[in-house]
């Protein structure tokens, strides 16, 4: 059975079952089983944080959706919409054992590009940084934390 890691977020009641010695972690938002990868387990975490915590409904979350990029394909993590059905938040998940660095950050910014969302949060739920994109003048600030549901930028 994989060892959890402890990560940077508060107790969530996150569903793992055990199968023929592999382990899955269930996703909330598109209520499937998922194998266990250390990643996974920081999504979901970032997942009931943005659910439990921020207090965003599921139902504006996408996980995992494609994105075209320069003619390439490319997943996203999380992207949560706002009340106006518009990209509101991209988040990107890592891995415990994956430093949170520039390449992090210009990967994300890349992803934003297409999605234009107003904040942005990178994690490997031990570390987590929030940023507020001003989009028109095109500047990124780190915040403290990001905005609670029904606060529209």
């Known amino acids: 059975f994989y060892m959890m890691e402890k ?10 079952k055990n199968k023929e010695n592999k382990s899955y972690i269930f996703d909330p938002v598109r209520k499937i089983w998922l194998f266990f990868t250390p990643e996974e387990w920081v999504r979901v975490h970032c997942i009931f944080y943005l659910i439990e915590i921020k207090k965003y409904p599921a139902s504006l ?6 994105l075209r ?5 490319k997943r996203f ?4 919409a706002g009340l106006n059905l518009k990209p509101l938040i991209l988040v990107e998940c890592k891995a415990p054992s994956v430093k949170i660095n520039q390449k992090t950050f210009d990967q994300i910014i890349r992803y934003n590009l297409e999605l234009k969302c107003p904040y942005l949060m990178v994690t490997n739920g031990l570390n987590h940084y929030f940023c507020d994109m001003n989009l028109k003048k095109n500047k990124i600030s ?3 934390e990001l905005p609670n549901y029904k606060i529209d930028k």
């Open 69 to 73: 990029l320069y003619n390439t394909k």
């Open 142 to 144: 780190f915040i403290k």
């Open 77 to 80: 993590d999380i992207l949560v």
């Open 7 to 16: 990560l940077n977020f508060p107790e969530f009641n996150v569903l793992i």
């Open 61 to 66: 979350m996408s996980i995992e959706k494609e």
